[in-house]
C-alpha cells in the first residue's frame, strides 16, 4: 500500500476590519471618539502591543500619517497568469474585482484573498472600470471600444460599441444619470445611462485620451492626453473647455478629483516621473509629488484622508504623499512620505483602496494583484516617524492634539541625528528610494539598533512604572489590615505603607519576581 502524502496546512491571513470598526462605532455612540477633529481619545504609541488597539483610519482622521500603507498582505495571481490592468473594490468592500490582458473578470474575498469566481467578461483585455454612486450597477471597457454594462450579480445587461479604439477610462456624473468615456481615438463621449445614446463628444485633445473624470458633486469633468495636456470640461455646454493646463511635460495617465474633504483638488500623474496636485479655485498647483524614478501609470486618493494620495509608478513602486506637508518657502517639490521601492517586478496599472481605507490593491504588468495593509506601531523598518519609532527620552509620542482641519502638521523625530521634519516625510536621508532607518552617510548601520534601544529602555520604563503601582496597591492593602503593633508581612514595624515609587522595601508576594 502506498503512503498518502499529507499537505502541510497553509496558513491564510486574514485582514478582518469588523473588530476595531465595531469597536469605533461602541465608542462613538458612548462619546468617546474624535469624529471629524483633533482627539486625544486615540493615540498611536510607537509599541507593537499598540496593534491590538488599532482603530480604523476613520478615527485618525487627523493624523493620516497612521494610515500609510507599506505592509505586504497577499499575492493573488490566477491560474492562466496575464497582465492585470484594472482593480476594482466592490463598493461594500467584500470582494476585489480585477480586469485582465484576457478579457476576464476575477473576484477575490475582500478577507481572505482566496480566490472566488473567474468569468469571460470581453473578447479582448480588459482596460477600465467604475461603479456607479449608486453601488447598483458597473460599467466596464475593453480595448475594442465596447462598454458593458453589469449589474451586481454581474449579469451582463447591455453592450455599445462606445468607440473606434480602446476606452481608457470611463466615470459617473453625480447622480448616475450620465457617464463618460475616454478612448485612444482622441475623444470624450458623455453618455445617457438609461438609454446607453451619446449625449455629445468632447474633442479638444490632439491625440489619445488616456484618462476622464467626473466630479462627484459637480458639473465638471477632467481628461488627460497624450498631447501633455490637462483639459476641464463643462458637461452641460457642447464641448466647451473650461481650462487647459499646460504643466506636465509628458503623456498625461490619470486624472483624480478629491473626493473627500473640500473636494476642491485635482490629482495628475504623468509619465515625466511627476504627478501634480491642482486647486479647482485659483487653477494653480498647490504641490508637485516627486520622489519617482519612473513614469508614474497610477494614483488615487485615500478615501478618509484628504491630504494623502498614492501613486504606482513604471518600475513597480508605491508612494505615499502628505500633501499637506509644510515646503520650503518658494518651493512645491514633495518627496514621498513613505514608500514600497518593490512593490510590483513591473508597472503598476492600477491602484484602489478599500472603502475603510485600511488596505490597498494594486495591480500590475506582473501579472499578480497585491494587497497591502496599514503599517504596525514599532515597526522600524517601515517608517522614522513618531508614530512607528520611539521619540527621543523626555518627549511624548505624537497624538492626536495639534491636527487641525485634517492637517498633518506635527513635527516627528527621525532617529539618528535628531533631526525633525513637518509632516513625517523621510526624504531627508541619502537615499530617496530607501524609507528604513538609516545613517546620515546612507549606510543604514546603527539606526535600527538605536531605535531597539530606545525601545527597550521605554518597556524597562513602563515596567517600572507597573511595579512601583503594583507595590503601592499591595502595600495599601497591608496597611489596611489588622496586625498587632502596626507588623506588616514582608515590612518592618514602622514603615511607610504607602509603598510608592521610591520604596526599596518590595513587599515578598508568592510567584512575583521583582529582579530585572
Same mark, same amino acid.
Not at 133 to 157: A, I, P, R
Not at 191 to 202: M, S, Y
Given at each position: ?27 462613538? =455612540? ?15 504609541? !510607537? ?8 482603530? $480604523? ?90 462598454? =458593458?454594462?453589469?449589474?451586481? /450579480? ?6 455599445? *460599441? ?12 453625480? /447622480? ?39 466630479? $462627484? ?8 492626453? =497624450? ?7 463643462? !458637461? ?25 474633504? @473640500? ?33 508614474? $501609470? ?8 484628504? *491630504? ?17 506637508? +509644510? ?27 478599500? +472603502? ?127 496586625? +498587632? ?16 515609587? @521610591? ?6 508576594? +508568592? ?6
Amino acid at each position: 500500500m502506498e503512503e498518502e502524502t499529507v499537505r502541510k496546512q497553509a496558513h491564510r491571513r486574514t485582514v478582518d476590519h469588523g473588530n476595531s470598526f465595531s469597536r469605533w462605532v461602541v465608542e462613538r =455612540k458612548m462619546g468617546r471618539t474624535g469624529f471629524g477633529g483633533a482627539s486625544n481619545v486615540y493615540r498611536i504609541e !510607537p509599541e507593537p502591543s499598540q496593534l491590538v488597539g488599532m482603530m $480604523p483610519p476613520q478615527a485618525y482622521r487627523g493624523a493620516a500619517a497612521s494610515s500609510l500603507i507599506t505592509k505586504f498582505t497577499h499575492t493573488s495571481m490566477n491560474k492562466i497568469r496575464q497582465p492585470i490592468f484594472v482593480v476594482k473594490w466592490t463598493p461594500e468592500g467584500r470582494r476585489i474585482l480585477t480586469g485582465s490582458m484576457a478579457g476576464e473578470f476575477t473576484l477575490w474575498n475582500g478577507m481572505t484573498f482566496n480566490f472566488e469566481t473567474i468569468m469571460q467578461a470581453h473578447d479582448n483585455a480588459v482596460r477600465a472600470l467604475a461603479h456607479s454612486h449608486s453601488d447598483e450597477w458597473l460599467l466596464s471597457g475593453d480595448h475594442e471600444g465596447k462598454v =458593458k454594462f453589469w449589474q451586481t /450579480n454581474f449579469n451582463n445587461v447591455n453592450i455599445i *460599441n462606445a468607440h473606434r479604439e480602446i476606452v481608457r477610462d470611463i466615470a459617473f456624473s453625480p /447622480n448616475d444619470a450620465k457617464f463618460v468615456t475616454a478612448s485612444d481615438d482622441g475623444t470624450l463621449k458623455i453618455w445617457n445611462f438609461n438609454d446607453a445614446t451619446e449625449e455629445r463628444a468632447l474633442t479638444g485633445h490632439g491625440w489619445d485620451v488616456k484618462c476622464a473624470d467626473w466630479h $462627484p458633486t459637480l458639473g465638471l469633468i477632467a481628461s488627460g492626453s =497624450k498631447d501633455n495636456l490637462v483639459k476641464l470640461w463643462d !458637461p452641460r455646454a457642447p464641448g466647451k473647455n473650461v481650462a487647459t493646463l499646460h504643466g506636465f511635460k509628458n503623456t498625461i495617465t490619470r486624472t483624480k478629483f478629491q473626493r473627500t474633504g @473640500g473636494r476642491m483638488m485635482l490629482a495628475s500623474s504623468s509619465r515625466d516621473q511627476t504627478a501634480r496636485v491642482l486647486d479647482l479655485r485659483t487653477m494653480t498647483d498647490v504641490v508637485v509629488l516627486r520622489g519617482h524614478n519612473a513614469d508614474v $501609470p497610477s494614483l488615487t486618493w485615500h478615501p478618509v484622508h484628504p *491630504n494623502l494620495i498614492t501613486t504606482g509608478s513604471q518600475s513597480g513602486a508605491i508612494s505615499h504623499f502628505l500633501i499637506d506637508t +509644510p515646503l520650503p518657502e518658494n518651493t512645491i517639490g514633495l518627496m514621498p512620505a513613505a514608500q514600497i521601492v518593490k512593490a510590483h517586478d513591473f508597472p503598476i496599472w492600477s491602484l484602489d483602496y478599500h +472603502p475603510l481605507g485600511h488596505l490597498l490593491a494594486s495591480a500590475s504588468n506582473d501579472k499578480t494583484t497585491r494587497i497591502w495593509s496599514r503599517s504596525r506601531p514599532g515597526d522600524t523598518l517601515s517608517f522614522t516617524d513618531r508614530y512607528h519609532v520611539l521619540p527621543p527620552e523626555g518627549e511624548e509620542p505624537i497624538g492626536h492634539h495639534g491636527h487641525h482641519h485634517g492637517m498633518n502638521t506635527q513635527r516627528r523625530w527621525v532617529p539618528g541625528g535628531g533631526r525633525y521634519n513637518n509632516g513625517g516625510g523621510n526624504y531627508q536621508n541619502n537615499n530617496n528610494n530607501s524609507f528604513h532607518n538609516r545613517n546620515n552617510d546612507g549606510s543604514g548601520r546603527g539606526d535600527n539598533a538605536h531605535a531597539s534601544r530606545r525601545f527597550q529602555q521605554y518597556s524597562q520604563r513602563k515596567l517600572n512604572e507597573i511595579r512601583d503601582g503594583a507595590s503601592a496597591i499591595i502595600a495599601d492593602m497591608n496597611g489596611s489590615s489588622n496586625q +498587632p503593633d502596626g507588623q506588616q508581612e514582608g515590612k518592618p514595624s514602622g514603615g511607610s505603607s504607602s509603598g510608592g515609587a @521610591g520604596s526599596s522595601d518590595k513587599p515578598s508576594i +508568592p510567584g512575583l519576581n521583582w529582579t530585572g
